[in-house]
């Protein structure tokens, strides 16, 4: 898949998984598993968005960020991670991107 192509789920999964209205998709810094992308949404916020690649242990990153949320509660200074519409801490889609 081309960067291009990339921007383009990303871009097409934000809105239907989180109901957030990208108005700009880039690639962001790199990830040492995962693509990373910066989003920013029509009410001005920015997201930071990690593509997991078809290899990825999708479970083990799920209580990685469980962790971390658990972490922020406490009040260690992590980033909050924006649940999908059905509350999910990954969303998982048939248009994975490849890296």
Do not use: C, H
């Given at each position: 898949?081309?960067?291009?192509?990339?921007?383009?789920?990303v871009?097409?999964?934000?809105?239907?998984?989180?109901?957030?209205?990208?108005?700009?998709?880039?690639?962001?810094?790199?990830?040492?598993?995962?693509?990373?992308?910066?989003a920013?949404?029509?009410?001005?916020?920015?997201?930071f968005?990690?593509?997991?690649?078809?290899?990825?242990?999708?479970?083990?990153?799920?209580?990685?960020?469980?962790?971390?949320?658990?972490?922020?509660?406490?009040?260690?200074?992590?980033?909050?991670?924006?649940?999908?519409?059905?509350?999910?801490?990954?969303?998982?889609?048939?248009?994975?991107?490849?890296?």
């Amino acid at each position: 898949m081309s960067a291009q192509s990339d921007v383009m789920v990303v871009a097409g999964i934000l809105p239907m998984l989180y109901r957030i209205i990208p108005t700009t998709v880039d690639e962001g810094p790199s990830g040492t598993a995962t693509r990373n992308y910066v989003a920013r949404a029509s009410d001005g916020r920015r997201w930071f968005v990690k593509a997991y690649p078809a290899s990825a242990d999708l479970e083990e990153e799920r209580q990685a960020l469980e962790l971390g949320q658990f972490a922020r509660y406490g009040g260690v200074p992590v980033p909050n991670v924006r649940r999908t519409l059905v509350g999910e801490l990954i969303a998982t889609a048939r248009a994975r991107i490849e890296s």
